[in-house]
């Protein structure tokens, strides 16, 4: 027999973690570590494509987004632009911008992961990485975060743990050893998700998208239940009562911050789980749509194709 706070705490610890589950549906794939080092003056451009993360080690910068919005970025900060839109960084007065990856592939090798641009001014100096979310079929995982992430230094969230994985991740970069790959892509794994869960609490709710929504309390204790009981039929007054609102204003409080509405989520989300459970060996439409919940097979596929934009048998095919 446990003690009683043993017991709580094994309880605690076996409770859903949201974010971890969210995603454990949108795999990382790192692609490759490198270091910058820019002298005023000097901007580049980074075109659609690849996720980016940055840890400034010295100096600063300025961020644009893809809708033109500028952040100032200090020593010591993180910045993460994981939607892969396409953005600028500059030294914040500098317009003419150098294309990053032309710069790449005329400055990096194998034995050099260095990006030099820029005058003879002031410096500021990177470590950089490029991933991307292998997301082809949740899309809307990735589409609801944020085009920038900030992490400030003087959030203190970063307490270190920052410089400390850069550190070790341009080490396994530049000394080739058995399982190096492999090491840089857990690397990357785990400062991408740092970066994530510091966002949450930094935000408490008020960034928009699941992201956002996770940081608010009424609204992340809806979402659990969601992602406890994900083939329950809850309803709208049920999601109300867990998160301890009137049902009108937890219905407009989740669209507010998730971006969807309460039912219109949970069916999103049990079709997303419908999709890992027709990727199994031996899965059946029809076994898949009782277990998630639905009446019908007719209805799961129409619902099915309709996120998904292919059939339920088509689902191991597109792995």
Same mark, same amino acid.
């Given at each position: 027999?446990?003690?009683?706070?043993?017991?709580?705490?094994?309880?605690? #610890?076996?409770?859903?973690? *949201?974010?971890? !589950?969210?995603?454990?549906?949108?795999s990382l794939h790192g692609?490759?570590?490198?270091?910058?080092?820019?002298?005023?003056?000097?901007?580049?451009?980074?075109?659609? $494509?690849?996720?980016?993360?940055?840890?400034?080690?010295?100096?600063?910068?300025?961020?644009?987004?893809? !809708?033109?919005? #500028?952040?100032?970025? +200090?020593?010591?900060?993180?910045?993460?632009?994981?939607?892969?839109?396409?953005?600028?960084?500059?030294?914040?007065?500098?317009?003419?911008?150098?294309?990053?990856?032309?710069?790449?592939?005329?400055?990096?090798?194998?034995?050099?992961?260095?990006?030099?641009?820029?005058?003879?001014?002031?410096q500021t100096k990177l470590?950089?990485?490029?991933? @991307?979310?292998?997301?082809?079929?949740?899309?809307?995982?990735?589409?609801?975060?944020?085009?920038?992430?900030?992490?400030?230094?003087?959030?203190?969230?970063? +307490?270190?743990?920052?410089?400390?994985?850069? =550190?070790?991740?341009?080490?396994?970069? !530049?000394?080739?050893?058995?399982?190096?790959?492999?090491?840089?892509?857990?690397?990357?794994?785990?400062?991408?998700?740092?970066?994530?869960?510091?966002?949450? @609490?930094?935000?408490?709710? $008020?960034?928009?998208?699941?992201?956002?929504?996770?940081?608010?309390?009424?609204?992340?204790?809806? *979402?659990?239940?969601?992602?406890?009981?994900?083939?329950?039929?809850?309803?709208?007054?049920?999601?109300?009562?867990?998160?301890?609102?009137?049902?009108?204003?937890? +219905?407009? @409080?989740?669209? +507010?911050?998730?971006?969807?509405?309460?039912?219109? =989520?949970?069916?999103?989300? @049990?079709?997303?789980?419908?999709? $890992?459970?027709?990727?199994?060996?031996?899965?059946?439409? $029809?076994?898949?749509?009782?277990?998630?919940? =639905?009446?019908?097979?007719?209805?799961?596929?129409?619902?099915?194709?309709? !996120?998904?934009?292919?059939?339920?048998?088509?689902?191991?095919?597109?792995?």
């Open positions: 027999m446990h003690a009683p706070s043993s017991k709580n705490a094994i309880m605690l #610890a076996s409770r859903v973690d *949201l974010l971890s !589950q969210i995603l454990a549906m949108v692609e490759i570590v490198f270091t910058v080092e820019l002298r005023q003056p000097w901007a580049l451009r980074f075109h659609p $494509g690849a996720a980016y993360f940055f840890i400034v080690l010295e100096g600063g910068l300025t961020v644009v987004n893809d !809708q033109g919005h #500028a952040l100032q970025v +200090a020593t010591g900060d993180l910045i993460m632009l994981p939607r892969g839109l396409g953005h600028g960084l500059s030294d914040g007065e500098c317009a003419t911008e150098a294309d990053l990856a032309a710069l790449m592939a005329a400055q990096v090798t194998a034995e050099k992961l260095n990006v030099s641009h820029g005058g003879g001014g002031q470590i950089a990485g490029a991933f @991307r979310f292998e997301s082809a079929s949740v899309p809307w995982l990735v589409s609801a975060l944020p085009s920038v992430i900030h992490i400030p230094k003087a959030s203190g969230e970063t +307490a270190g743990w920052a410089e400390g994985l850069g =550190y070790f991740m341009m080490k396994e970069a !530049q000394d080739v050893y058995p399982g190096a790959s492999i090491m840089i892509s857990r690397l990357i794994d785990v400062l991408v998700i740092s970066i994530l869960r510091s966002w949450v @609490r930094i935000e408490r709710g $008020g960034n928009v998208g699941w992201l956002g929504a996770l940081g608010d309390a009424r609204i992340s204790r809806a *979402l659990k239940a969601i992602h406890d009981k994900p083939y329950r039929r809850w309803t709208v007054l049920d999601l109300a009562r867990v998160a301890g609102l009137s049902r009108s204003g937890f +219905a407009a @409080r989740f669209t +507010a911050l998730v971006k969807e509405a309460p039912l219109a =989520y949970h069916s999103r989300w @049990r079709l997303t789980l419908a999709l $890992g459970l027709m990727r199994q060996p031996d899965a059946k439409v $029809g076994s898949v749509a009782r277990q998630v919940g =639905y009446d019908s097979e007719a209805a799961f596929s129409r619902a099915f194709k309709a !996120q998904f934009g292919f059939a339920p048998m088509n689902a191991k095919s597109t792995t």
